[in-house]
């Protein structure tokens, strides 16, 4: 690659184009993009490191660029046509990331649910132990020309991880999502199908998932999970409020004990798909342990704040697998707390699909609030609001809005999480500063 190339990224806010575009300014090629008019958190680390970012206009598309362009953006797009008219190269994100990643090792972390997270873990400790590039949903991203491998986040949104052919794949789960583009479990199941054949050498996967038990593709599979017809398995499972740990065992052989400070039964079975992918690599198991146990988590997974009394979590999950595995390890770390949720539904077309699960998910909180669903620019309103699903939960349920979230102040003690994929953090906000008021 050219580091005189200059890379302008089109919805560089993005979390995964704002990790490429960190991995590109480490690489030191000249880096700089546009988005909307709206704070994001992923702007933060990109102002850190002087990656200009300007406003969406034609204007910006100059000779000599190098275009990346969002998967959110539609090729009409004025930046994009400009590019176009200069005959400009545009290259889409995931086909971008696809070619980068041929230079290396690489690793990709899919699934359902569960792939930051797990890519976070596995980017922590590959990268203490050997030069690693690593890409991670949550908007972090690190690059250099001498990494021996790159981990990567890959995404099953419209198939975009097909762009990608890794050497190693990690597939934590498949449960049926994203209902504006797969028409089926079936359809979605079918997807990963066709991009664990695309994989190089080898697959971790989950071994209790019963969809990805019928993979059939052309390299060594192996299963990870706590039952014993699984090739690595974990055992002696402690979890307690300071985090948790388990023995790992690769069929008979014990590889080692394993700590880690996070909270829920998926983080243990992500830190043991980590441990299966790190010894099929033949990396030190000794190092694998203490690296593990300095992994301090992604953004907007389990991220917590407190004030005064009242503990705040912030998390993406947006699913109804997510909500009860989040539910969980905050359950772990907070037994003894009462556990409030604050939850805004993501698109229109999940919530509709999933509204049962979303009630049961939910109805593990001792206490829910609602925001309203929001929408996202891929699809309209459908027929279905907020009210539908809190009339789905059994629970003590009420629905609020940013302008007011006086009602969570009789959980001020406790613990309250909030989660969605959207502009949840505006409810978070709205009542830091409430609460600052009554400290």
């Keep these: 690659m050219n580091k005189e190339k200059a890379y302008f990224f089109i919805g560089i806010k993005g979390s995964g184009m704002s990790a490429l575009a960190l991995i590109l300014k480490q690489m030191e090629f000249q880096v700089a993009g546009s988005d909307i008019d709206k704070y994001f958190f992923t702007q933060h680390e990109l102002d850190k490191v002087g990656i200009s970012i300007v406003s969406f206009s034609k204007e910006n598309i100059k000779p000599g660029m190098e275009i990346i362009l969002g998967n959110s953006f539609k090729d009409t797009h004025e930046e994009v046509v400009r590019a176009r008219e200069l005959g400009l190269k545009v290259t889409r994100f995931h086909h971008f990331l696809g070619e980068l990643i041929s230079s290396y090792t690489s690793v990709g ?14 980017a922590h400790v590959f990268s203490g132990m050997v030069p690693t590039s690593y890409l991670i949903g949550d908007g972090t991203g690190v690059g250099n020309f001498n990494a021996k491998y790159f981990v990567f986040e890959s995404d ?7 762009a990608y052919h890794p050497d190693y794949a990690i597939i934590t789960n498949v449960d049926f999502d994203h209902p504006d583009y797969y028409h089926s479990l079936e359809d979605f199941c079918s997807a990963f199908e066709e991009m664990a054949r695309q994989v190089k050498k080898g697959i971790i996967a989950y071994g209790e998932d019963p969809h990805l038990r019928r993979l059939e593709v052309g390299v060594p599979v192996f299963y990870y999970g706590v039952e014993e017809n699984n090739d690595f398995v974990a055992c002696n499972i402690h979890r307690s409020m300071q985090g948790s ?3 790992a065992y690769f ?16 983080n243990v079975m992500n830190a043991l798909a980590v441990v299966a992918v790190a010894y099929q690599l033949g990396l030190d198991k000794k190092q694998i342990s203490e690296e593990m146990a300095t992994f301090s988590g992604v953004k907007r997974r389990f991220s917590e704040k407190r004030i005064g009394a009242t503990i705040l979590i912030d998390d993406f999950a947006h699913h109804p697998t997510e909500i009860a595995a989040t539910l969980d390890a905050a359950r772990q770390k907070y037994p003894k707390k009462e556990i409030a949720v604050v939850f ?3 698109t229109f077309s999940r919530t509709i699909a999933l509204l049962d699960d979303f009630a049961k998910s939910l109805d593990l909180a001792d206490r829910i609030f609602l925001g309203d669903i929001y929408g996202s620019a891929r699809e309209s309103a ?5 009210k539908d699903l809190q009339a789905e939960i059994t629970r003590d349920v009420t629905v609020i809005s940013e302008d007011d979230v006086s009602d969570l102040l009789s959980y001020k003690n406790e613990v309250i999480v909030f989660m969605g994929a959207g502009d949840i953090q505006k409810f978070e906000s709205a009542y830091e500063d409430l609460l600052r008021q009554y400290q």
């Design 156 to 162: 099953e949104y419209e198939r975009h991880f097909l």
């Design 109 to 122: 972390v899919a699934g359902a649910h569960g792939k930051t997270s797990t890519t976070g873990l596995l």
């Design 245 to 247: 740990s388990f023995d």
């Design 382 to 386: 459908g027929e279905v609001s907020i």
């Design 251 to 266: 069929h008979d052989e014990l590889i080692g004990h394993f700590s880690l400070p996070t909270y829920g039964h998926h």
């Design 344 to 346: 805004q539904p993501h």
